[in-house]
């Protein structure tokens, strides 16, 4: 006689009801317990994994020091010529004295474009004049039609700009030989 399995019953039950619709806020409150959580877990992992470590305080006046006083940076070697060497040098300034606007230089001793040019030309004003020229060229080709150098200096709030433009007119006056 042939062996018989019996019947199995499948019992049949409604799929479950979709879940409600979560309100952002809803959404928010779950999400936020859910990280809660996940940190207060990580926080005793990281508690019991590192209990073991015997550390004492650190003496953070063994730790952090300051800077070692190494003077001014040096200057880079200068452009043969003597108007891009000039704006090489207020480029110089620019970059280790700092940079200002509204005055040629204020009472930190922060000089702005002219005011740095003017420094380091050393009351060459054939050569203060010249260097202006070649800054103000080198500002209108890159930002088309500036009043004057001034001008161009104080519309900035940072020296990025400015300081760049001294460092590029440098360039742009050892390219013409000048």
Not at 81 to 101: D, E, F, I, S, Y
Not at 109 to 137: K, P, Q, T, W, Y
């Amino acid at each position: 006689m042939p062996q018989t399995h019996p019947a199995i019953e499948t019992a049949t039950t409604a799929a479950p009801a979709p879940p409600a619709e979560l309100t952002l806020e809803e959404r928010l409150t779950l999400i936020h317990t859910e990280m809660t959580a996940r940190l207060d877990e990580a926080a005793v992992a990281y508690e019991v994994n590192t209990a073991h470590i015997d550390v004492a305080p650190a003496d953070l006046a063994d730790v952090v020091t300051g800077p070692i006083d190494t003077g001014p940076a040096p200057l880079p070697d200068l452009y043969p010529t003597p108007v891009a060497a000039l704006l090489q040098r207020a480029h110089h300034r620019l970059l280790t004295g700092g940079w200002c606007k509204d005055v040629l230089v204020d009472e930190d001793g922060a000089c702005c474009m002219l005011g740095a040019i003017r420094i380091e030309a050393r009351g060459d004003s054939g050569l203060e004049a010249s260097a202006a020229a070649v800054l103000l060229d080198a500002i209108r080709r890159k930002f088309g039609d500036v009043d004057s150098v001034p001008s161009f200096n104080d519309a900035h709030g940072t020296g990025r700009v400015p300081i760049r433009m001294v460092g590029e007119a440098a360039g742009l006056a050892d390219a013409r030989g000048l």
